[in-house]
């Protein structure tokens, strides 16, 4: 199945937009798969985002399903 991911606030390049996963992959599957192409170490990546799965805050366990929208925003900060 596919589902499509979008990087907004990110400094993230040159990754896929889609990604074929098994049926009953979780959204940590996906993760972990986005986070080892970036060769950077999985908690910092997901303590600087907040991951929506079809604009809704999901936990690492949600299945996903095919056709499902991931949104991988960059948490901002500023003065």
Not at 24 to 44: F, H, P, R, S
Not at 59 to 78: A, R, W
């Amino acid at each position: 199945m596919m589902v499509k991911v979008e990087y907004l606030g990110t400094e993230i390049y040159n990754l896929p937009l889609e990604y074929h996963i098994d049926c009953g992959a979780t959204l940590k599957i996906l993760l972990k798969t986005i986070v080892d192409q970036l060769e950077i170490d999985n908690t910092d990546f997901l303590k600087e985002t907040t991951i929506l799965v079809n604009r809704k805050k999901e936990d690492e366990n949600y299945k996903l399903s095919s056709g499902d929208h991931i949104l991988i925003l960059q948490v901002l900060g500023g003065g």
